[in-house]
């Protein structure tokens, strides 16, 4: 509702599409490896803030924590590549762009492979020992920490090149999906390895927190009035900044939560509540309404400031690709292929095992 009349034209004609597919990021961690990585970052694994030494982009953060190998046609497995042995932070490394054009494109594949004859051609020209290659890969350690900061940035560019081709169905998907992640990012415990309270004593503490606040009081108590859109100069540092500020939260969030339930009744902390068929067990409203209070509205503000993030992340497409004129765009055509695969999604969530760790449970 923030965004200019000239987006709302299209935005507001597909706005029932758009809540409906905003958790298909999360359904797909139920069908795609490379998924579950890109919702979190763990960054406490990477030492103390501001994290400096973590590398920002994408291509620079594989150059650290990638390795890259090769298969001999002997059969031989050989290191090609290791942050050890070349120095990263010489900015003349002949190995930047060959991880740019084809180390982070092939993050997605569940193999990490490597197409061998490009990689013999590019250790070939830059003089680099060049054994003859039947097949390549990489092996890295991102995706064990997650890399929801460095995926906003892809879906940053992605989402901008659909609006400049003006393809309505890939501007639908990447708007539903930035949103998605966007608002992952706003969420304190999806930038910590203590994700879930689990190291600390405070299972649990991911869905109240994300899930049972603001399905409790969002909708009646929370203000929804941003302002307008702003347009992100820098892709790279507006989304590092979204996850820092939400990972300087995170001591708040689990500090404040021990601390009350330490005050707090301990029968009067968790309750039955009937959901369709079924009896779970959840975080009491009162219970919730105090930690929100004691929070002194984080969720509401962290909310708010997703809700700017993501009208900020589409307007910003928009712009960037010359304002496409959205009046004068198809209907997005959806194939029956999209259906099936609407479909397969759905039934391989509901039937579910996450690939990947989950956050809640
Ligand atoms: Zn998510």
Not at 45 to 69: H, K, S
Not at 154 to 174: E, V
Request: charged share 25%; proline share 7%; hydrophobic share 35%.
């Amino acid at each position: 509702m923030t965004l200019p009349p000239e987006m709302m034209v299209f935005f507001k004609r597909h706005i029932d599409w758009l809540a409906d597919h905003a958790t298909d990021a999360d359904m797909r961690r139920y069908a795609v490896l490379a998924e579950g990585p890109r919702h979190y970052i763990d960054l406490d694994e990477y030492g103390e803030p501001p994290f400096a030494d973590l590398p920002r982009t994408f291509p620079e953060a594989l150059l650290r924590y990638a390795e890259v190998f090769g298969i001999t046609t002997a059969g031989d497995t050989v290191l090609l590549y290791s942050s050890k042995r070349n120095t990263t932070t010489d900015s003349a490394s002949p190995w930047r762009p060959y991880f740019t054009r084809h180390v982070a494109t092939a993050f997605s594949d569940p193999d990490h492979r490597l197409d061998p004859d490009t990689l013999a051609h590019f250790l070939d020209t830059h003089d680099l020992p060049a054994p003859t290659l039947k097949a390549a890969f990489f092996t890295e350690t991102l995706s064990a920490h997650g890399v929801l900061p460095w995926h906003l940035q892809k879906m940053q560019r992605d989402l901008t090149n659909a609006f400049r081709r003006r393809d309505p169905k890939r501007i639908l998907r990447l708007c539903a999906d930035i949103g998605h992640y966007i608002g992952d990012a706003h969420v304190p415990l999806h930038t910590t390895s203590n994700y879930n309270g689990q190291k600390t004593g405070q299972l649990g503490i991911h869905a109240l927190w994300e899930s049972r606040i603001p399905e409790l009081f969002a909708d009646e108590q929370y203000d929804y009035f941003v302002g307008k859109p702003q347009h992100i100069g820098n892709a790279t540092d507006h989304y590092w900044s979204v996850v820092l500020r939400s990972h300087a939260l995170v001591d708040s969030v689990l500090t404040i939560e021990r601390r009350l339930s330490r005050q707090y009744p301990a029968d009067q902390q968790k309750c039955p509540e009937t959901r369709g068929r079924t009896v779970v067990i959840v975080p009491c409203p009162d219970y919730a309404a105090a930690y929100q209070q004691a929070l002194s509205g984080m969720v509401e503000r962290q909310m708010r400031a997703a809700i700017l993030a993501v009208a900020s992340a589409w307007y910003s497409a928009w712009m960037d690709a010359g304002q496409p004129d959205l009046k004068r765009l198809d209907e997005p055509a959806f194939t029956d292929d999209d259906h099936r695969e609407e479909t397969l999604l759905r039934q391989q969530y509901e039937k579910g095992q996450i690939l990947g760790r989950p956050e809640e449970q």
